[in-house]
């Protein structure tokens, strides 16, 4: 009996949704649910005969809505959970350092901001695989112009908290634009062409890089600093 383990896509923001179970006591965790996928997501936990106990957000997205929310309407018992810096609506708040447990196992919450302040990297308790949220990406990482961004924080967050782990830890982001699924921190030691440099280097590329603005910014940041539900606006007398 060992670990269920299923990568999930969302194509329009290009988001990667994970479960990870305990195949003996079907304890389950989701990280970074999509709410327009929520529902091919429960369908999935009834369908391996999962329990739910909680849906994890990296980071409070700028780029979709997260479908913790939708979750919780869909599976009885589910709790929201979410970095306590990020500053959002959930049911438990992580601090770096502690532990979202389900059988057997346990993600370790690291603390990674620079993308925003909120940012977590979930490490698996054995350290053989880490989910990143925005914080690294393939070859790449999270964009640091909004959002509490700043380069040098990220640059820091990274090397300590991620790049330290073992050389054959997979790193599993929250995006991919190119079809890429997975990588390690060997291979970004060596091949990310951002975090290699030095951090003055790394600095001045992160501050000249000039991209558009999220599409769904204006919808997914209030919607996700309240675990993916939308509040109804009050009438004004």
Known sequence: MGLIFRQLFESVSSTYTYILADEETKEAVIIDPVMETAERDAQLVEELGLTL???????????????????????????????????????????????VE??????????TPGHTNGCMTYVLNDKSRAFTGDALLIRGCGRTDFQQGSPLTLYESVHTQILSLP???????????????????????????????????????????????????????????MCGVFETPSVSQ
């Open 53 to 99: 106990k909680y849906a994890v957000n990296t980071h409070v997205h700028a780029d979709h809505v997260t479908g913790t929310g939708e979750l919780k309407k869909r599976i009885g018992g589910c709790k929201s959970v979410i970095s306590k810096a990020a500053g959002a609506k959930a049911d438990m708040f992580l601090n770096n350092g502690d532990k």
């Open 102 to 111: 389900f059988g057997k196992y346990h993600l370790e919450a690291r603390s």
């Open 167 to 225: 050389q054959d830890c997979l790193l599993y982001p929250a995006h991919d634009y190119k079809g890429r699924t997975v990588t390690s921190v060997g291979e970004e030691l060596k091949f990310n062409p951002r975090l290699t440099k030095s951090k003055e280097e790394f600095a001045n590329i992160m501050n000249n890089l000039n991209l558009n603005y999220p599409k769904q910014i204006d919808r997914a940041v209030p919607a996700n600093m």
